[in-house]
């Protein structure tokens, strides 16, 4: 079983419980079959297909799910996205679910879309966080990357990045850090090193970073970072970064701008499952 099944596994106890569905197996025969349609509300990028197919397949795996679309299409309101074939009592059971999945990623899937758009036209790019919701965290990256961002570290075994709390459990030596990064981290990994003012920005050009992360750095503090790196090393950006700020942000040169925002705050789209009549 992998990760994807584990979730839906796990969401699918929440909802159902230990007695089921008990409105719909009161209502419903269990030979009763029928058909539903995934269907926007609004205009969206679309992300999910698998998640939402998933679940009615981990209910009842001769379910039929068959896509009109594929992760990544801009979608209108009123779009058909997906229709699904199987007994009425998986669809029911597994509805919301599905959309609970579907539209967390559309959400993300549409915000990833705006914020890459945002600084289009320059080599700037918008990367993701590790602030997703427990256990959503691969379809929180896939929905990036449907919406055309880009995803940092999947997991702390991903690479090296040197924060704020690391200095402080180790002494506050930014080189000292580095050397020990360089000295004992897998070899080919990036080491990323965040900093908060220009000053520490010195130390770790000296120290061989790899990336500097420029955290909560007002706009002549990033311009003033870029004029001293003067591409020595790859700059990101990351804390008090908005979609209005972001062109800015890319016009000053960095490469990445960091948005913690793509996967914590989407708001979840408007979707919904409507089961056709017999």
């Not at 397949?57 to 996205?81: I, K, M, T, W, Y």
């Not at 879309?113 to 959503?136: F, I, N, Y």
């Not at 080491?191 to 010195?202: A, F, G, I, K, P």
């Amino acid at each position: 079983m992998d990760a994807l099944d584990r979730l839906i596994d796990l969401a699918l106890d929440e909802d159902l419980g230990a007695a089921g569905d008990v409105t719909t197996v009161a209502l419903v025969p269990p030979s009763a079959r029928g058909r539903a349609e995934l269907v926007t509300k609004e205009e969206m990028v679309f992300a999910g297909a698998e998640a939402f197919a998933r679940v009615f397949h981990r209910l009842e795996p001769g379910a039929s799910v068959e896509f009109r679309v594929v992760d990544g299409a801009q979608l209108a309101a009123g779009a058909l996205v997906a229709s699904v074939s199987a007994s009425l009592r998986t669809l029911l059971a597994g509805e919301r679910t599905a959309l609970n999945l579907v539209q967390r990623m559309c959400g993300i899937a549409t915000l990833a879309a705006k914020a890459q758009e945002a600084v289009r036209g320059t080599r700037c790019r918008v990367l993701d966080t590790r602030k997703t919701s427990p256990g959503m965290r691969a379809l929180s990256k896939l929905a990036v990357r449907a919406g055309g961002a880009f995803n940092h570290r999947f997991g702390l075994s991903d690479g090296v990045l040197i924060k704020d709390n690391h200095l402080v459990a180790m002494g506050g030596d930014i080189r000292e850090a580095l050397r020990l990064a360089r000295e004992k981290a897998p070899r080919l990994v990036k080491v990323e090193l965040e900093v908060t003012d220009v000053n520490q920005l010195e130390d770790a050009i000296a120290g061989g970073a790899d990336v500097v992360l420029l955290d909560n750095m007002n706009d002549a503090q990033v311009a003033e970072a870029v004029r001293r790196v003067h591409g020595r090393l790859q700059l990101e950006v990351s804390g008090g970064v908005t979609l209005e700020r972001l062109p800015k942000l890319a016009a000053l040169g960095v490469d990445f701008v960091s948005l913690g925002a793509l996967t914590h705050s989407a708001r979840a789209m408007d979707l919904s499952l409507e089961l056709l009549p017999a």
